[in-house]
């Protein structure tokens, strides 16, 4: 379901610069002017936008894994081909990148862009779960995504959230190696074992919200 | 054909001639009894079952030995020959795979329906017809409470747009074209047919252009859809009710008088929302009571399947009573109560309430394809080429062209299109049924004489639809190259990243600054978390999140599958043993390490103490037999102490499995000692010499899990050994004693086997895993 409340159409300040982006993302031009109006709300009319000015949303409090997504977005690894660590703040260039990863497929693709779409998206996932940056998701990463998830319950959330890391370990373990001996060892969940278990999900379709073709009301809280 | 088989065959053939003999017969010679008193003219024939009573003199007659009192048990004795058919049925279509694998069920069924009826013509009675109020009241309600009660939520809300505007839009256009065309070519007809007025019409395209959900499931059920196309088709059919029942009533109701004004169709529309909304929420309010219901139902396991049955038929008359939409109300009731009653019931009455549900739907689906193929020979028929296959036509174009333009519609606001294809599914997949026939059956021949006709009209359309398009859609869907659904089971991995997802797309919403749909989806969970599970969900586990939730009911199941496969003689084939625990902790010593490494010496002789000590634990459980084992469980510390570690010995060995998807190798100790748990002079233990340092991490492994369970009992009980146990407890005090120096190691141990012995929110979840464990030391 969506709202729609019609506002004012804002001209387009730069449109050679919206052209180059709506290229290299993928979103239309209205889309990229809303998502501006936003960035400049967030960002207090700067350049650029810091963490803190993404914490400032209050209903991203009660989000359990608020501080990994507001990472997501200051992640090199996802606006930058092979660069890592991290950066302090990001332009709007940055922004609707990280934000183009949750746009939806267009409907008529091939199958080979339909798979790289997936590999994107998915790949965005990884790199929130492995944060050092060493291209495998360890143990005490996963171990830390599950407790993150859980964080909101309790006592109960934290003891149960280790054995459930560890059950999601073991499986992804036997799924992607297969029987080890005793004396393996199981490094980490590498991107090809990621994309392996996550295949019943059908991330294409699942990972994208709906970006508004019109201005809605801005709620900013 | 083999013999066994060969016997089978007949075996069956044979009882079910007798079954169908038996209702033939009890039709027969006394249906003449049961017409005779709407004849009323008191032809006395009734068969010498009452003495024309003179009153006063009675001469006298020997006693009655044996006497046949037929009439006293008739209607009961019909019914029960009738579900017996239907089922026997049932049976004989999965006896001949071939036969079942091409046609769908519910055509072979009406076949048998044409039969049975036909014989009951032949031998000159009236075959029986599906009497609306039997239809509506006792055989509906189980379908579509079975659908509602297991109807997943998840996609039903995420596609909540696309199927109201197919259920709503969609009948509409399908009434109003089918309708219209209709008397047009009434019109254009002539002479027969001149006396169709359109509001007749436009009642008769309202009643058969509503999708059937019984149909649906009929069929849909055996061609395993995708999940997208099925809750789209089969959501339509659900919702489409309130417009049908308005419509219906509408033009019921207007026909006599002719003519419709504006103030009516305005009307009506305000009559729908009233039917839809206040069929949902009568629906939701009996949710709600059967949900507040269960949370007292902890000492009074045994009734609680009753509740939730009962409170949903209560929903669906009272929708009824004030003429609201009752498919709605069991719907909403059913998905309404379902998470909360689920979180309170027990495991069996969860398995008693899908198995009666789905035995009550199955026999009731299974009795309306019969009486519809009964109810085609019986009723009146008036045949009218022109009418019939006008009918046919429009409907057919009517839902393509339907579909097609909604779809055109639809996909703006769609974030996944439906593709052609996907449309090709849907319209193909609008299969019309009873629903419709009771509908035209309940309309009054006065103010309707063309009812016949119309009669005729709607049967031949569905035999249309159930016949062609059911047969023929599973080699279309093959053909198409349909996506199917997929049988995966559901692996935590997946339920971590739904749950992560679910998070993370609210968050960009939230970040993106507008209010869409994971944005209030969060908002209803966490409202619903606060507030609306407190109230319904009894103790602990009104706290317990999703992901635990999930966990704990993965680990149920695959504890009780082990106990239920691991009792017996046959034991799954030998597999290498796959990954355990070892192989992912890292091997770094961490502070998760609770036992310091211990010299080789100490390790000879732990070894040797334990070998010796389990070589006399079993001369000792020689002694016992598996009666006094469960018989007296407290009497003896040493028999708690030896069910708790063969529980948890059991869990791990669960865990083992279900980390794993192939089982431990029979001969290694895990599966020893489930044989064990069949006959404990089998207790054959392999040798207990590898990987003792390991102690502490080896939870899962096979090797050494007696060491690891000995201490972990201590961890778990932490109550000192008994001096005459002897045996496993008392003797290995060092590396115990050691541990017990290093309390905050023993945290994260015991945290550890906390967490996979599956603690819990409340004690009492022990109990159906203790009762199991119990079943397989009976085996």
Avoid at chain 1, 112 to 119: A, K, S
Avoid at chain 2, 18 to 43: F, R, W
Avoid at chain 2, 641 to 650: D, T
Avoid at chain 2, 691 to 712: G, H, M
């Amino acid at each position: 379901m969506i709202t729609i409340v019609m506002g004012s159409f804002q001209s387009l300040p730069d449109d050679h610069q919206y052209r180059t982006l709506s290229q290299k993302t993928g979103f239309s031009l209205e889309q990229i002017a809303i998502l501006h109006n936003r960035f400049k709300q967030l960002s207090q009319n700067e350049e650029t936008l810091r963490r803190d000015d993404l914490k400032t949303i209050q209903d991203l409090e009660s989000n359990p894994i608020r501080s990994q997504i507001i990472e997501a977005f200051f992640d090199s690894r996802n606006f930058q081909k092979d660069v890592v660590g991290s950066v302090e703040e990001i332009g709007f260039e940055e922004f609707l990148t990280v934000m183009s990863y949750f746009r939806a497929p267009p409907q008529h693709i091939t199958e080979e862009q339909r798979e790289e779409i997936r590999r994107a998206k998915l790949r965005f996932l990884f790199n929130m779960h492995d944060t050092d940056n060493d291209g495998t998701i360890t143990l005490e990463e996963y171990r830390h995504v599950v407790e993150e998830l859980l964080s909101r319950s309790g006592a109960l959330g934290r003891e149960t959230a280790k054995g459930i890391a560890d059950a999601a370990m073991l499986e992804v373990a036997s799924i992607s190696v297969g029987p080890m001996a005793p004396d393996e060892f199981y490094e980490g969940i590498t991107f090809e074992h990621f994309l392996k278990i996550l295949n019943g999900v059908e991330i294409e379709t699942r990972m994208n919200i709906h970006f508004l073709n019109m201005d809605a009301t801005v709620l900013c809280k | 054909m083999s013999v066994r088989k060969r016997r089978i065959y007949i075996d069956y053939c044979g009882m079910f001639i007798l079954v169908l003999g038996l209702l033939v017969g009890s039709l027969m010679p006394l249906g003449g009894a049961a017409s005779s008193p709407d004849t009323g003219t008191g032809h006395g024939g009734s068969h010498g079952n009452k003495n024309p009573g003179n009153g006063t003199t009675y001469s006298k007659k020997p006693f009655p030995v044996l006497s046949f009192d037929y009439e006293h048990v008739r209607l009961p004795f019909e019914i029960s020959l009738w579900v017996l058919l239907a089922s026997l049925m049932k049976l004989g279509f999965h006896l001949i795979p071939r036969v079942s694998s091409i046609v769908p069920e519910s055509c072979l069924l009406i076949v048998v329906g044409l039969l049975v009826g036909g014989l009951i013509k032949m031998v000159g009675e009236d075959p029986p017809v599906l009497e609306s109020k039997i239809f509506f009241f006792y055989l509906l309600p189980p379908i579509i409470l079975d659908a509602g009660y297991f109807m997943p939520i998840r996609q039903f809300t995420e596609n909540l747009g696309t199927i109201l505007m197919f259920a709503v839009v969609g009948t509409l256009w399908n009434s109003f074209f089918v309708g219209g065309l209709l008397y047009g070519v009434c019109q254009l007809e002539g002479h027969k047919l001149a006396y169709v007025d359109l509001l007749s019409c436009l009642l008769f395209g309202s009643i058969i252009s509503a999708v059937d959900p019984v149909a649906v499931l009929a069929v849909f059920e055996e061609i395993h859809i995708n999940e997208l196309l099925h809750i789209l088709v089969f959501g339509e059919s659900l919702l489409n009710d309130a417009v049908t029942v308005v419509l219906y009533h509408l033009f019921e109701e207007y026909s006599s008088v002719g003519s419709i004004t504006f103030m009516d169709v305005f009307l009506g529309i305000v009559c729908f929302l009233v039917v839809s909304l206040g069929g949902i929420v009568v629906g939701a309010i009996y949710g709600i009571l059967a949900a507040f219901t269960s949370r007292f139902t902890s000492h009074t396991r045994v009734i609680e399947p009753l509740f939730v049955f009962v409170y949903s038929y209560m929903a669906y008359l009272s929708a009824e009573v004030f003429h609201l939409s009752g498919i709605m109300a069991l719907i909403a009731c059913g998905a309404v109560m379902r998470p909360y009653v689920e979180a309170n019931i027990s495991h069996k009455s969860h398995t008693t309430i899908k198995y009666f549900l789905k035995m009550w739907s199955s026999v009731s689906d299974t009795l309306i394809f019969i009486f519809l193929g009964v109810s085609t020979v019986a009723g009146p028929h008036q045949w009218n080429w022109t009418f019939v296959v006008a009918t046919v036509i429009f409907c057919l174009v009517a839902r393509v062209l339907g579909v097609v333009g909604l779809t055109f519609v639809i996909n703006k606001f769609r974030i996944v299109k439906l593709t052609s294809k996907d449309q090709f599914i849907i319209a193909y997949g609008g299969l019309r049924g009873a629903i419709a026939f009771s509908l035209v059956y309940l309309l009054n021949p006065k103010h309707f004489p063309m009812r016949n006709m119309f009669l005729t009209a709607i049967i031949t359309v569905i035999f249309f639809t159930v016949f062609v398009q059911g047969m023929t859609i599973r080699p279309l869907v093959d053909l198409l190259a349909v996506k199917k659904k997929q049988e995966t089971k559901r692996s935590i991995n997946e339920e971590i990243h739904t749950q992560f997802l679910d998070h993370l797309l609210t968050g960009i919403e939230d970040i993106c600054g507008h209010y869409g749909h994971h944005h209030w989806k969060d908002k209803l969970n966490r409202f619903n978390k606060k507030y609306v599970k407190k109230c319904l969900i009894a103790g602990e586990r009104s706290k317990e999140p999703q992901l635990i939730a999930f966990y704990h009911k993965m680990e149920m199941k695959q504890a009780i599958e082990l106990v239920e496969s691991g009792g017996g003689a046959k034991l799954p084939s030998a597999l290498p043993s796959t990954v355990s625990m070892q192989n992912i902790q890292p091997k770094k010593p961490s502070q998760d390490r609770a036992l310091p490494q211990l010299s080789k010496a100490r390790e000879e002789e732990i070894r040797k103490i334990l070998r010796t000590n389990l070589q006399r634990t079993r001369q000792r459980l020689r002694s016992y037999n598996r009666h006094t084992l469960i018989a007296d469980p407290y009497e003896d510390g040493w028999n708690e102490m030896l069910l708790k570690r063969k529980k948890m010995k059991e869990l791990e060995k669960k865990m083992n499995n279900y980390l794993t998807v192939p089982a431990p190798p029979p001969d290694s100790p895990t599966i020893t000692r489930a044989r064990l748990a069949s006959d404990p002079q089998a207790w054959g233990l392999k040798s207990v010499t590898e990987s003792i340092p390991t102690i502490k991490v080896d939870l899962a492994s096979p090797q050494s899990p007696e060491s690891v369970n000995v201490v972990d009992e201590f961890s778990k009980k932490g109550s000192q050994p008994k001096e005459e146990e002897g045996g496993l407890t008392m003797k290995v005090p060092s590396p115990a004693k050691q541990r017990k120096d290093k309390t905050p190691d023993e945290e994260p141990q015991q945290r550890l086997m906390r967490c996979l012995s599956d603690p819990g929110p409340a004690p009492e979840e022990i109990q159906p895993l203790r009762s199991c464990s119990g079943c397989a030391l009976h085996i």
